[in-house]
């Protein structure tokens, strides 16, 4: 498939949209001087890549059709640039892409045995003003050094704040209104499950792990009258290890170590984040790190940070 194919498919109304919403970007696009290499909008000559409409595409490809917002969704801008395999040699898209419903982030690569995850942020209603400084802060520019210095990561986070902004107000003008975030729920299995950690989560109560939680709670111990709430743990020969979160504390095990706890109201949800250390460390304040599982990818560490947060901040039930 490509750009034109697609569009084909969409009708009138929304072809004229993505008419407004390309004309739009291309005269963002023009004053990007600094980081003009890496900016691409549909249809729109490249002022230094030929091949910019199937270098545009690719990104389409991987970063919108796979699980598309809506099936009238339009690509608008992408940011960005590409990684190519040294076995494979395919190129793989990274950066940002602007489409109608949602701008999508990805700054980590597929490999033999896990797929690079990009990361979602929706046109909410009432998120799209910071939108552009929350995506641009939470993406990794290690591996952009040799493309982008910090004045030019202001300039990527100034065009896109400009492109989101626009593109909320040619919406509007339409008729169309964001969509209002929904309300995370308060339940925590249910959470559990919004935050993608339904496969990997044992219950204390589920009868199938009941041989896993007595070696578990063996190395794990609780206090008196303490009760799991939810545990991402697993064994080895070398016995259980994990991260449990109780009605008190959060605890974890690493195999050949003892296990240590935080109590609940020790922790500060706002200091809770991944150790910038290392990847499958928890940092919850003061005192040691506490380890996650190296079962859990990069996407379900980054969504137990979030679940501790609420968790921590009383937000669960």
Known sequence: MSLDAYLEGRSPERRELFAELVTMAAGLADRADDVSRLVFVPGRPHPEWDDADEVLWIAVEQLMLPNPAASDELPVLWVGYHVQDRLTRRREAQGFLLTSHRLVAKDTVDLVFSKGVERQYPLYEARTASLASTVTKDYDWAGTAALLDEADRDTI?????????????????????????????????????????????????????????????????????????????????FGPYGLVLTDRNLRSRDLGEDAIATPRTDIDPSAVRVSPDKAHHLVVGPGQPHDVPTFLDEKQVGALVVLVQEWAAGRID
């Not at 995370?184 to 792990?209: C, F, M, Q, S, Y």
């Not at 041989?211 to 009258?225: C, E, M």
């Open 157 to 237: 986070e100034e065009l896109l704040a400009e492109a989101i902004a626009s593109t909320v107000r040619i919406l509007e003008s339409r008729g169309e209104s964001l969509p209002v975030e929904p309300a995370p729920t308060t339940n925590l299995r249910d959470r559990v499950a919004e935050l993608g950690l339904g496969d990997i989560v044992k219950d204390a109560d589920d009868a199938k792990h009941a041989k896993h939680f007595a070696k578990l709670l063996k190395k794990v111990p609780l206090d008196p009258g303490e009760r799991v709430l939810a545990s991402f743990s697993d064994a080895t020969l």
